[in-house]
């Protein structure tokens, strides 16, 4: 309901600023109408003044004519001109405002993802320990809880570094950059991404000793995301790939998911702040649409490209190229 009163208000609003435009314009189009007339009475009063029997009758009234002439072309150019500059003016602030109206509707969806993103593992956590610790259990139980527990936890450090870090890059942070093996970076996460999801089918194709200049907190978080970024998206039983490899005097690295896919009028969105394709209020996947922004700002960090394209039958191939 406050969704559709939002966009009413919005459709409002933007109905009575083309409205406003539009009287402006016709203003300005009614000034040259009347200037226009009153040009041409000033026109025919002082023709009429002309005393026909003067030699320079002749010479005095294509003087006139051409003075008229000069302001007619006087009055069409500013015309002109006030009209552009107008919707020019108009355009660039009704863009602004729109792109400020969308911002501020993925600020609101963000909070409520974060919201939930922080309950949800705060209150799985609480309920195991309140289990462990009111109840005895057999070793299996424990270890079930225990390891579901530490699941949510590391979900909570994921969430916690990825608002801190887009904190710091939307404050120009300035990496701390060091020669590091992205073969070995890429085998650790490959390996910490297997152990939390055991039931994930994860196919890797790693070039040995790639070494790049980099932030390895950046990187690794790159990784990171990109892999839980193809496990929301994609069914448990289907595929996940990643493949590194050095050619071409770039490093390429790939991930591909075999999932829902991604529409072509949201391939260029997915890597905006706050963005999140659907309905904030009935999404199932999990997220805060932070991670793909994370992922272009530390590409571009790393004068990297990161680009989507369709993977063939089904998903996503998300292309990070390394210029080294």
């Known amino acids: 309901m406050i969704s559709v009163y939002k966009k009413r208000k919005l459709s409002f ?8 435009l539009l009287f402006i314009i016709a203003a300005w189009i009614w000034w040259f109408i009347s200037l226009q007339r009153q040009s041409n009475l000033m026109r025919l009063y002082q023709t009429v003044q002309l005393n026909k029997d003067d030699p320079a009758y002749e010479q005095h009234l294509n003087h006139l004519n051409n003075e008229h002439i000069r302001r007619t072309t006087q ?43 922080l309950k949800t593992p705060i209150a799985i956590v609480s309920l195991n320990l309140e289990t462990l610790q009111k109840r005895k259990l057999d070793e299996e139980k424990q270890q079930r809880l225990i390891s579901t527990t530490l699941k949510e936890s590391e979900r909570l450090n994921d969430l916690t570094t990825n608002i801190l870090v ?23 996460c490959i390996t910490d991404f297997s152990n939390r999801y055991p039931e994930r089918k994860i196919t890797k194709s790693i070039e040995a000793d790639i070494e790049i200049n980099g932030d390895k907190l950046l990187l690794q978080l790159l990784i990171n995301n990109l892999l839980d970024n193809a496990a929301k998206y994609s069914p448990k039983e289907k595929n996940i790939s990643i493949a590194l490899a050095q050619q ?4 390429i690295l790939k991930f591909a998911d075999e999932g829902i896919g991604i529409e072509d009028r949201e391939k ?4 905006d702040i706050f963005y999140r394709s659907g309905n ?8 805060t649409g932070l991670g793909l922004y994370l992922c272009k700002r530390i590409a571009e960090n790393h004068r990297a490209k990161i680009k989507v394209t369709d993977n063939q039958s089904a998903g996503s191939i998300f292309i990070i190229e390394f210029t080294t």
């Open 13 to 20: 609003i933007t109905a009575v600023y083309w409205i406003l």
């Open 280 to 287: 904030e209020t009935i999404r199932k996947t999990k997220g």
């Open 248 to 251: 071409a005097g770039k490093i």
């Open 268 to 271: 260029k969105k997915i890597f």
């Open 166 to 188: 887009a904190s710091q890059l939307e404050s120009n942070y300035t990496p701390d950059k060091e020669h590091i093996n992205l073969s070995a970076l890429a085998e650790k």
């Open 75 to 117: 009055y069409i150019s500013e015309g002109i001109t006030f009209i552009i500059v107008t919707l020019i003016g108009a355009v660039f602030v009704y863009r602004s405002v729109r792109k400020q109206f969308f911002l501020t509707r993925q600020q609101q969806n963000f909070m409520m993802a974060v919201t939930h993103e």
